[in-house]
């Protein structure tokens, strides 16, 4: 692949260019790719940007800016996230073309350090390779086939001197090969077998010196590794401390392990606001469409006003935004963990993606999604109160609290996906308080071992629990699970 200088296009004909449009396809269309829909994009946008000639729109801000929303005066150094992206996109071309039978027509190569795609065809590569080939065996042949008789001839500039005065040659009749021996002469076989004799010991000794280089050598290099990997083994360890922890570690190695990205979206504490002073619950569909603002038509021109401004503001929890951080620091490399809102998250993310969603219903439709499959639930007709559809011996039909009181409710819901294709973790609290509670669970390897082993098994399965907590001046105090239901594999 080369670049034209003069116009900064990548020289491809036609055809190349098709092939190489053609392969990206079936890149995309992966499964390494498919599960992961920023790398998708991220691979798409460099290729088809570079095929057009764009290149200098594939520099680090400029990605930055065009597919993660970055300001263009964003700060690079500190903010890592398109390496991240890129380093990820390499991952996965490495692992796809390994996992090719067959040589593709072209493949596409992202260099590191680089964010411009590089196009290599192995035919035409293996075809130069076997030209070079063929020249060398010419070359060899015409040397080795030459006539008998005949021989390569070297020589510096002086011919060669006669023997000395002082030697004695030997006397006629002398035979060399005979068992005849002259004063002063060594016979022809003794000489053999002593030169033979020094290039034996010559080549022991030099056999014995490399093998102990070559065993430094080895023995340095694999003192480095360990070492390097001692240092690497302990960074890991510091970046995640929770993969210490068995239980910890069985339910979050699900959302940060995984190959699928996982995607954080957090309350829309507009929408639940709005939903309190109009007195009307809206669905999904209402909310991704919109269309529950032309219900502020319903009230006097001041409260429509009011409510259309509330609407567009977009407004967040202070406290699920802390306890998000201390999930989003389970991932300090940001390379599967993703923060959304609950009004920029997309449906296409929820069929791809592993999936986290905070808050209640009322301030997180995403729910909606979910709450069929699920045992406790808000109840629609009364915000202060959680409905356990199929109570069990000992446990109630309905969970009141009081929501300005000093305990509450939060379901912790452990679920496949809609899909089937991924995993889904639900923390709805009836306040802030509940919520971190419920985080604070979900993080803590005593409470999670100690649920784990009340189940008797060695790896947590999908699960639902109620969990109720008690709390003095906005900090969680105490905890204890009231009911829980556990679900196979397939939901």
């Given amino acids: 692949m080369t670049i034209e200088h003069s116009t900064g296009r990548i020289a491809l004909s036609a055809d190349e260019t098709e092939t190489v449009r053609l392969e990206l396809q079936r890149v995309l269309a992966s499964p390494l790719f498919q599960a992961s829909k920023r790398c998708h994009d991220f691979l798409k946008y460099i290729v088809i940007n570079t095929l057009d000639g764009e290149l200098n729109s594939l520099s680090e801000r400029f990605l ?7 300001r263009i005066d964003y700060d690079t150094k500190s903010d890592s996230i398109v390496r991240v992206r890129a380093n990820d996109v390499r991952r996965r071309l490495t692992e796809y073309y390994a996992d090719q039978r067959s040589s593709p027509a072209v493949v596409i190569n992202l260099c590191s350090g680089s964010y411009i795609p590089e196009f290599h065809w192995p035919q035409q590569e293996d075809s130069q390779q076997n030209e070079a080939s063929s020249l060398a065996s010419g070359s060899s042949s015409s040397l080795t086939n030459a006539p008998n008789g005949s021989a390569l001839h070297l020589s510096n500039d002086r011919d060669v001197d006669p023997p000395a005065s002082g030697v004695q040659e030997p006397s006629e009749g002398y035979s060399r090969g005979g068992d005849n021996s002259v004063p002063g002469f060594i016979n022809e076989a003794a000489s053999s077998a002593l030169v033979k004799s020094a290039h034996v010991g010559i080549s022991r000794r030099a056999v014995a010196a490399g093998s102990i280089v070559a065993g430094l050598l080895i023995l340095a290099f694999a003192v480095s590794c360990f070492t390097l990997w001692q240092e690497l083994r302990v960074t890991r360890q510091s970046l ?86 201390r999930m989003l620091a389970l991932d300090p490399t940001r390379q599967k963990l993703h923060f959304f809102l609950a009004r920029k998250y997309q449906p296409d993310l929820i069929r791809r993606d592993n999936v986290i969603l905070m808050g209640s219903p009322y301030g997180n439709p995403w729910s909606e999604l979910f709450e069929s499959r699920m045992n406790f639930t808000f109840d ?68 999670l ?20 907590t008690s709390w003095i001046k906005g900090t969680p105090i105490a905890s204890n699970i009231v009911a829980y239901r556990t679900y196979p594999e397939k939901q």
């Fill in 240 to 325: 995640y401390p929770w993969r210490n922890s068995p239980a910890v570690a069985g339910l979050w190695g699900t959302f940060l392990g995984d190959q699928r990205d996982t995607d954080l979206v957090l309350t829309d504490s507009s929408f639940s606001l709005v939903e309190a002073l109009t007195n009307k619950s809206f669905n999904l569909n209402d909310y991704l469409g919109h269309s529950y603002m032309g219900h502020f038509q319903d009230h006097d021109p001041e409260m429509a006003a009011a409510l259309s401004r509330i609407s567009n503001w977009g407004l967040g929890s202070s406290g699920e935004f802390e306890v998000a951080q």
């Fill in 449 to 468: 071992a100690a649920f784990q082993q009340s189940l008797g098994v060695s790896k947590l399965p999908y699960f639902e629990l109620l969990l109720k």
């Fill in 64 to 70: 930055g800016a065009e597919l993660f929303g970055r």
């Fill in 380 to 447: 629609p007709k009364d915000p202060a109160r959680i409905l356990n559809r199929s109570p069990k011996a000992g446990e109630s039909a309905t969970y009141a609290f009081d929501v300005s009181g000093s305990f509450g409710f939060c379901i912790i819901a452990y679920l496949p996906t809609p899909d089937h294709s991924g995993s889904a973790l639900l923390i709805q609290g009836t306040s802030g308080e509940p919520t971190e509670a419920g985080v604070d669970f979900l993080l803590s390897e005593a409470k």
